[in-house]
């Protein structure tokens, strides 16, 4: 079956350490996007990436990076450097980059709940 | 102003009645406009998407667009118990002229529906 697979499920971070949440998708998509999602709020978007070997800086970016070496994988890398961490991430990817219009129907991965110990 | 805008609510809505959401958006670029529900602690799904102006049906559910004034909206008949959950709006957002397309969400409204 095709979608999307974030690992681990849940994830505890002592303070200053760097930490990488998995994301891989066997979908094809071009597209693939992490989101912070804080309690009662909505998805704040971190980083995208529409084709390999290239990814924009979301509106939330300072403290996180992100690799997308291969069409399927996009990780994403929490650093020290983000002082307040602890929050559900949501991955996603959709059909088509780049372009206007077109089919852009997210499909989300079951997330990531980290937690700083 | 935020890209996009939603009511945080709560919205609450007697079982049976018809259930309102409203979006609206900044950019008028903007060409594929979505709604998603999440229940908490759970990821997002798709319950409607639409790319033109006018109303889009699917089942109890239906989507309006407007991109003269900015304003997507759902709408959701006999609404149920089950239907209570966030509602999130998201709008592809194009912010390089076409080379690349950003998906940005509403913060999301959360609606109860009272049996």
């Known amino acids: 079956d095709g979608g999307i697979t974030q690992s681990p499920k849940y994830l505890f971070r002592k303070e200053g350490q760097n930490v990488t949440l998995s994301c891989e998708q066997n979908?094809?998509?071009?597209?693939m996007y992490w989101y912070r999602q804080d309690p009662g709020q909505g998805l704040r978007l971190i980083y995208y990436s529409q084709i390999v070997n290239d990814f924009q800086k979301g509106d939330i970016a300072e403290g996180y990076s992100v690799s997308r070496e291969k069409k399927e994988s996009f990780p994403l890398t929490v650093t020290s450097a983000q002082k307040n961490p602890t929050a559900f991430y949501l991955c996603?990817?959709?059909?088509?980059?780049?372009?206007?219009?077109?089919?852009?129907?997210?499909?989300f991965g079951q997330g990531t709940r980290l937690t700083v110990v | 102003q935020k890209e996009v805008e939603q009511n945080s609510g709560p919205l609450s809505v007697p079982e049976g009645a018809i259930a309102s959401l409203n979006c609206t958006y900044s950019?008028?670029?903007?060409?594929?406009f979505f709604w998603y529900r999440q229940y908490s602690g759970k990821s997002p799904e798709l319950i409607m998407f639409?790319?033109?102006?006018g109303d889009k049906e699917d089942g109890r559910f239906t989507a309006q667009l407007n991109k003269a004034s900015q304003y997507v909206s759902l709408l959701i008949r006999d609404s149920q118990p089950s239907d209570s959950a966030t509602y999130l709006c998201?709008?592809?957002?194009?912010?390089?002229?076409?080379?690349?397309?950003?998906?940005?969400f509403g913060t999301g409204t959360l609606l109860a529906v009272q049996p």
């Open positions: 998201a709008v592809t957002l194009s912010p390089y002229g076409g080379a690349t397309n950003k998906l940005i």
């Open positions: 996603a990817s959709t059909p088509m980059g780049r372009g206007l219009g077109g089919n852009t129907e997210a499909f």
């Open positions: 979908l094809n998509h071009d597209a």
């Open positions: 950019d008028r670029g903007s060409q594929s």
């Open positions: 639409i790319y033109s102006n």
